[in-house]
């Protein structure tokens, strides 16, 4: 794998902050109210190399390590969540993970196309039935001769709508196992979910397997390894990604809420003059600083395949989704009635922003992974216990 510098690196995080502001930016409220990002948008990103940011550039990647591809996945959230949801997914969750456990046939057939934009992946966990108990899916497999049959629902698929394959969590003899499903396999059928929260530029499907026919060359990794190597490697790449995604988000309702402070007159005098509006931008200068810290410390330990990266992860993605929605919560409290209203960037903000608590495992669900590390990690068992 050839070396790309740091120089490099930085060069392509700052032509991302370029194209998110000419191509992205001007257009994300249309993206929202058409409900898709288009179609011309993924072509110019493919076009970059953006849609394989962190994957080698033997597979026409860009190979941003963890720290650059961060900082990448940032500029492209500041201007629209929804077209960082497309990195978060295709890149991250798919290509991370076929790059991880995929066969050298699979890496060779799939990262290049998906790097070229020819082919959009989308990963499918969740279920009508089944949310954060993932591994109580219910879509099945089932052997038959040098095939796999598979049947069931998987609900709220970013980009399912437009995906051409689908990474695809099933349960069967052997328990989870992944499987590449392709649109044209024939006994699929997306239906896409409208009148969403947020997120609603980002093809988000409901996905139906009627015995779809898939070859044995598309099962990922071995089977029964479906969820102890394909989910929690995607998720945790998905994590990442969503971590960078909270900073994406505060860091911009803390601009907004500082501009706006600083043009709007109450009482004769710019609003950021009174103490109550100074507490919320000291607040959420400290948390963005806080949030970006724990990130870029996801991101070394990541670069240095250090295994505490995973819990690191985890961590990052809870503080700065929390962040994102307080900080959100406060721009649009600054700026009043008009927060309430979308002519103002804020009321996507905090629609956006409400979305990272709930994707990629809920807040919940990363308060219990961090509280069990924590009792580990910070118990001191000579600690005293009076009577
Ligand atoms: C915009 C959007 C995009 C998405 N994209 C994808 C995608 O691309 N692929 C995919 O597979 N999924 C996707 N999802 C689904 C998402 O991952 C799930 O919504 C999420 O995992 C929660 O599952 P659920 O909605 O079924 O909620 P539930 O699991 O039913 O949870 C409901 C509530 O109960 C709480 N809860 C559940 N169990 C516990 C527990 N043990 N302890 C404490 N609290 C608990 C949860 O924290 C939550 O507050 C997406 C969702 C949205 C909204």
Redesign the pocket.
């Known amino acids: 794998m050839t070396d790309i510098s740091i120089k490099q690196q930085q060069e392509i995080v700052e032509e991302a902050r370029e194209f998110s502001n000419q191509e992205i930016r001007p257009f994300s409220a249309t993206f929202e109210a058409n409900e898709a990002i288009p179609r011309e948008l993924i072509e110019k990103m493919a076009k970059k190399g953006f849609l394989s940011a962190s994957l080698p550039r033997s597979y026409g990647g860009l190979q941003l390590d963890p720290i650059h591809y961060g900082r990448f996945t940032e500029e492209i959230g500041k201007a629209s969540s929804s077209t960082r949801?497309l990195l978060t997914?295709h890149t991250s969750?798919v290509g991370e993970t076929i790059l991880r456990w995929g066969t050298e046939e699979q890496k060779n057939k799939w990262l290049p196309l998906m790097a070229s934009g020819e082919k959009i992946g989308?990963?499918?966990?969740?279920?009508p039935e089944?949310?954060?108990?993932?591994k109580s899916v219910q879509t099945s497999y089932k052997k038959e001769g040098n095939k796999y049959i598979i049947n069931g629902k998987?609900?709220?698929?970013?980009?399912?709508d437009i995906a051409d394959f689908f990474l695809v969590?099933t349960k069967g003899d052997k328990g989870n196992s992944a499987f590449i499903v392709e649109r044209s396999m024939g006994g699929v059928k997306t239906t896409p979910i409208k009148g969403?929260?947020?997120?609603r530029a980002?093809h988000?499907a409901l996905i139906e397997f009627d015995n779809v026919e898939v070859p044995a060359e598309n099962l990922l990794a071995k089977e029964g390894s479906g969820f102890t190597y394909i989910v929690n490697t995607a998720l945790d790449h998905g994590r990442y990604s969503i971590a960078w995604g909270g900073i994406a988000l505060a860091q911009e309702a803390l601009e907004s809420m500082i501009s706006y402070s600083r043009k709007r007159t109450q009482f004769g005098k710019k609003i950021h003059s009174f103490q109550l509006i100074q507490g919320m931008i000291g607040d959420a200068v400290t948390k963005v600083h806080a949030g970006r810290a724990l990130c870029l410390r996801a991101g070394e330990l990541r670069k240095n395949a250090d295994p505490s990266a995973l819990m690191e992860t985890t961590i990052a993605k809870y503080f700065t989704s929390k962040i994102a929605i307080q900080i959100a919560t406060d721009a649009v409290q600054v700026h009043g009635g008009n927060g309430c209203c979308n002519q103002y960037p804020v009321e996507l903000l905090f629609r956006e922003a409400k979305?990272l608590e709930?994707?990629?495992?809920?807040?919940?669900?990363q308060?219990?992974i961090i509280s069990s590390y924590g009792l580990r990690q910070y118990y001191n068992p000579t600690y005293p216990i009076f009577p």
């Open positions: 949801a997914v969750l989308a990963f499918g966990l969740t279920e089944v949310g954060t108990d993932a998987k609900k709220w698929i970013t980009l399912g969590i969403l929260l947020g997120s980002a988000v979305i709930i994707i990629e495992g809920t807040s919940q669900v308060q219990e």
